[in-house]
Nanobody
Framework: QVQLVESGGRLVQAGGSLRLSCAGS????????MGWFRQAPGKEREFVAD????????YYADSVKGRFTISRDNAKATVYLQMNSLKPEDTAVYYC????????????????WGQGTQVTVSS
C-alpha cells in the first residue's frame, strides 16, 4: 500500500507560478513511476505529466509542455509539479498517481491515487 498526499494548490493569477508536491509513504517509493493528472469541473480526468523511477525520463501532455516540469526526490519520497505561465484553463483539481511504469501512468493503469489539490487560475 502506498499513500499519496498532495499539497500546494491555491488561487493564483494568470501568468503566475505554483509548485505542487506529492508526498508518498508506505511501500518503496522508488518502485513506482509517478504522474500528475487533473480534472476540471464537468470534464474527465486527464493526464498531465509522468516521470520514471529514477527521474531520468519525463513526458508531458501537449497542453502543458514547455510550461510545467515534473521532478522527483526519491530520498524524500516526493514528486513535484512546477507550473509556470499558468492559464485559466489550467484550473482543476490536480491528482498525484503511482503506477509500476510510465506507460501505466499514461494509460491510466494507476495503482494509487492521491486525494487531489485544487488549483484555480484567475484571469
Amino acid at each position: 500500500q502506498v499513500q499519496l498526499v498532495e499539497s500546494g494548490g491555491r488561487l493564483v493569477q494568470a501568468g503566475g507560478s505554483l509548485r505542487l508536491s506529492c508526498a508518498g509513504s508506505g511501500r518503496t517509493f522508488v518502485d513506482y513511476a509517478m504522474g500528475w493528472f487533473r480534472q476540471a469541473p464537468g470534464k474527465e480526468r486527464e493526464f498531465v505529466a509522468d516521470i520514471s523511477w529514477t527521474g531520468r525520463t519525463t513526458y508531458y501532455a501537449d497542453s502543458v509542455k514547455g510550461r510545467f516540469t515534473i521532478s522527483r526526490d526519491n530520498a524524500k519520497a516526493t514528486v513535484y509539479l512546477q507550473m509556470n505561465s499558468l492559464k485559466p484553463e489550467d484550473t482543476a483539481v490536480y491528482y498525484c498517481a503511482a503506477a509500476p511504469s510510465p506507460v501505466g501512468i499514461r494509460t491510466h493503469a494507476i495503482d494509487y491515487w492521491g486525494q487531489g489539490t485544487q488549483v484555480t487560475v484567475s484571469s
